[in-house]
């Protein structure tokens, strides 16, 4: 197999979790094939550059590997290499992240009259 579809590709190398969400981020050009916006019916191959963004985390990957199916991590580890200032930036935010915490991360759902108070004081 030379060539598959990009979303079907996607979902295999894990880079999201089912294949209607791979869909829908190729879709909305949150996955960029050689610096081009593309549909997900379009074939990725080999030597190809993707850059995918899943809201959480954004790779810039080279697909060394093709596959339709998705398979354990260890295989779909074999189907992309990602660059080396992919890598910088995914380490220099998560330095960030780690450095620094939205105060609104850790709360979940509508704030109570606590978290309110906790945010004004945090911000003043």
Same mark, same amino acid.
């Given at each position: 197999?030379? &060539? &598959?579809?990009? /979303?079907?590709w996607c979902w295999a190398?894990?880079?999201?979790? &089912?294949r209607s969400l791979a869909t829908d981020a190729i879709d909305r050009g949150r996955v960029k094939l050689n610096g081009e916006r593309t549909k997900p019916s379009?074939?990725?191959?080999?030597? /190809?550059?993707?850059e995918i963004d899943n809201g959480a985390t954004e790779w810039e990957v080279l697909v060394t590997g093709i596959a339709d199916k998705r398979g354990s991590a260890a295989i779909a580890a074999t189907l992309y290499s990602e660059t080396e200032d992919s890598v910088r930036r995914r380490e220099a935010e998560a330095e960030r992240h780690r450095l620094f915490r939205e105060p609104s991360a850790?709360?979940?759902?509508?704030? &109570?009259?606590? /978290?309110r108070r906790l945010l004004d004081r945090s911000s003043s």
């Amino acid at each position: 197999m030379d &060539t &598959t579809r990009i /979303d079907k590709w996607c979902w295999a190398a894990r880079f999201f979790k &089912t294949r209607s969400l791979a869909t829908d981020a190729i879709d909305r050009g949150r996955v960029k094939l050689n610096g081009e916006r593309t549909k997900p019916s379009h074939s990725v191959k080999a030597g /190809d550059r993707l850059e995918i963004d899943n809201g959480a985390t954004e790779w810039e990957v080279l697909v060394t590997g093709i596959a339709d199916k998705r398979g354990s991590a260890a295989i779909a580890a074999t189907l992309y290499s990602e660059t080396e200032d992919s890598v910088r930036r995914r380490e220099a935010e998560a330095e960030r992240h780690r450095l620094f915490r939205e105060p609104s991360a850790e709360i979940k759902g509508r704030p &109570t009259k606590r /978290d309110r108070r906790l945010l004004d004081r945090s911000s003043s």
